[in-house]
């Protein structure tokens, strides 16, 4: 497909979300309901067609010397599919929000005043790898009557043209415009280029991937994104704490799984309780195989674990995102110099505090300025499904109107409404 070609396509796409948004924000729960449904039905009636669809991915990725683990994202196991099947009937059973008014109020002039939640309109999403996202974000987009336009990786492209497939069968079988849920055809990279430069048809970007794309797409999009570069989340063990729980959940908070966005990088120790609660710490990520990057006060006490991988941590490690084997230690003052580093160095993703003290939790809460605050509970659960939200398109770090998981919800906005019984202003 050449430049002019491909302009064409992308604005083609744009024009099509766009009429097709129209109707998806005027159709009813009920139907957008059983669209998903339907949708649960068509993954289990395909499962032998959409895995020989996924095994060309899989095959061309392995000739390409693709590395082991992520060929593994890429596969569409019947467990898989299964559980993309049941997500699709868990949001179906959800409340539907379209349409709720909050905050009716009457003001001195008769009129009441309030605001109704409604569809953000049309999103594009750009990502990498899973080819799971793509119902992901097509059931969450029928769910909250938004039309979206879907660039999948390159990787995957047989695999999300034939889950594409099926959603637009789905649409169609309940009545609903196919064109409300349209994967990019093309493996060309110049078609993100133009997907996040079309306001006068997308009005948000969802970006998920690594740093790099991101960073891309954040610096090029034309069109406001919802997006988080990186996860370097934190524990910080407080004085007061109860030592069994602060060892439990920062095991758990590093150890459960390496490579998740909200796994820990930092661990930050109150002084007070530091020699007794980072001798056992160690020996848990000694005994797992954690690289412990240490402050001077932290080395002293971590230097008598046996076996200890211990290393001296820099000023960049603060900063470390290393979805890896490693983390970074640091002895502090208190829950003043706790905040202040989380607050300095943090990706103002997921924090949490582990701690007896009340005020000191609400103090965290407050004046923690990260997407998910925590108290006495791993930052693990900073996840859309966990939080109950249904499902997640992705985590937002920003500060505007989606903040943290981004579920149904965040795909949505609200708009100001005023019921009137023949009032003028005078």
């Not at 009545?175 to 006068?200: N, Y």
């Not at 063990?237 to 490579?259: F, G, I, W």
């Not at 500060?399 to 998981?405: Q, S, Y």
Request: net charge negative; hydrophobic share 45%; glycine share 8%.
């Amino acid at each position: 497909m050449n430049a002019v070609n491909l302009a064409e396509h992308m604005h083609t796409l744009g024009l099509q979300a766009r009429e097709a948004s129209a109707r998806m924000a005027s159709a009813s729960a009920a139907a957008r309901s059983g669209v998903l449904r339907g949708l649960a039905a068509l993954l289990r009636a395909n499962v032998q067609a959409l895995q020989a669809d996924n095994a060309k991915d899989l095959e061309r990725a392995t000739a390409a010397g693709l590395a082991a683990p992520m060929v593994d994202r890429l596969k569409l196991t019947p467990k898989t599919i299964e559980t993309l099947a049941v997500g699709c009937e868990q949001l179906a059973t959800m409340p539907d929000i379209i349409g709720d008014v909050v905050g009716l109020k009457q003001q001195p002039s008769g009129i009441r005043v309030g605001q109704m939640r409604v569809p953000i309109g049309v999103f594009g999403m750009v990502y990498e790898s899973r080819p799971n996202v793509t119902i992901e974000a097509a059931s969450l987009s029928i769910k909250s009557g938004n039309a979206c336009i879907l660039r999948g990786g390159s990787e995957a492209i047989e695999s999300n043209k034939a889950l594409a497939r099926l959603v637009q069968q789905a649409l169609a079988g309940g009545g609903l415009p196919a064109e409300a849920v349209q994967l990019v055809q093309t493996t060309d990279r110049e078609a993100v280029g133009h997907l996040i430069a079309m306001p006068e048809y997308v009005d948000v970007i969802i970006p998920r991937g690594g740093k790099g794309l991101i960073e891309r797409i954040s610096r090029d999009a034309k069109v406001p994104v919802i997006k988080h570069l990186d996860g370097n989340c934190h524990v910080y063990v407080d004085d007061p704490c109860d030592l069994e729980m602060a060892v439990r959940v920062t095991d758990n908070a590093k150890t459960q799984k390496y490579s998740p966005c909200n796994a820990i990088e930092g661990l930050l120790v109150a002084r007070s309780v530091a020699g007794a609660f980072l001798p056992r710490i160690g020996e848990v990520f000694s005994a797992k195989g954690v690289e412990m990057r240490c402050d001077p006060e932290a080395w002293e006490i971590l230097r008598h674990v046996p076996d200890a991988n211990l290393k001296e941590a820099t000023e960049q490690d603060w900063f470390e995102e290393y979805l890896a084997p490693i983390i970074s230690i640091k002895v502090v003052a208190g829950i003043d110099e706790a905040i202040a580093h989380i607050n300095r160095y943090s990706s103002h993703h997921t924090d949490a505090i582990l701690t007896r003290d009340h005020v000191h939790a609400q103090r965290f809460l407050r004046e923690v300025d990260s997407a998910s605050v925590m108290v006495n509970a791993s930052p693990r659960f900073a996840d859309g499904f966990e939080f109950g939200l249904g499902a997640e398109i992705g985590i937002s770090t920003d500060k505007f109107h989606a903040r943290g998981p981004v579920g149904i919800e965040g795909l949505t906005s609200l708009k100001w409404i005023v019921l009137g019984n023949g009032e003028v202003r005078s």
